[in-house]
């Protein structure tokens, strides 16, 4: 039976050259340029990653953030609460281009994002640590309405993959289900999590 074997033009020449030992260390030297650009994993910048990328672009703080493919989309409020920037993030490379920019005189509509003792960063590690998994959104919302005192709508891709939607106490970082009637993620099915709200 006729056998194929094939040999690197490097372990070719070795073999010639210095035998059995050369070849082995071709082989090697071979290996070494070529394995870690197959096997290196790339590390996607997450929605911790990406918040903090915006914010060294446009100091401030994060109000929503939400990953659309390839991309993460970040609202950040200015340091003086005047100054509002959109921002994408890639999700790859972490690039950061800015794509909009206002800058209000009236300060006071950002008040208590500017004062709430739970930044965006702790409310992502708050419902990370409730629910492990990974942040697919984080929305900030001081709307009392409905009586509820300031908080962080955060959605969370759960490992064994099902979506959890939490709100997080923007003063005690307390994890609770939503209670948000009103979710465009929950076209995902997970509308199950407002349970015990009656929407008003």
């Known amino acids: 039976m006729k ?70 989309h970040v609202n950040v409020i200015g340091k003086d609460g005047k100054g509002h920037a959109e921002l994408e993030v890639n999700a790859a490379s972490g690039a950061v281009t800015q794509r909009n920019q206002d800058h209000d005189e009236d300060s006071g509509e950002y008040k208590a994002l500017i004062a709430a003792k739970v930044t965006a960063d702790q409310a992502m590690k708050a419902a990370l640590a409730a629910h492990p998994g990974q942040v697919r959104s984080l929305d900030w919302d001081d709307d009392d309405d409905n009586g ?4 962080w709508h955060v959605e969370i891709k759960a490992t064994d993959g099902t979506t959890a939607n939490v709100d997080v106490n923007a003063t005690t970082a307390q994890v609770t289900p939503s209670h948000s009637d009103s979710n465009d993620n929950d076209e995902n099915g997970n509308g199950n999590d407002n349970d015990g709200s009656d929407g008003s």
Do not use: C, F, I, N
């Open 3 to 72: 056998r194929t074997l094939y040999v690197s033009a490097a372990v070719s020449v070795a073999l010639v050259a210095g035998g059995p030992v050369a070849a082995a260390a071709a082989v090697s030297a071979d290996a070494a340029r070529t394995v870690p650009a197959a096997t290196a994993a790339r590390a996607d910048v997450d929605a911790q990653g990406a918040a903090a990328a915006a914010l060294k672009h446009y100091p401030g703080y994060v109000e929503s953030l939400d990953q659309d493919g390839s991309v993460w």
């Open 148 to 151: 509820h005192a300031p908080y």
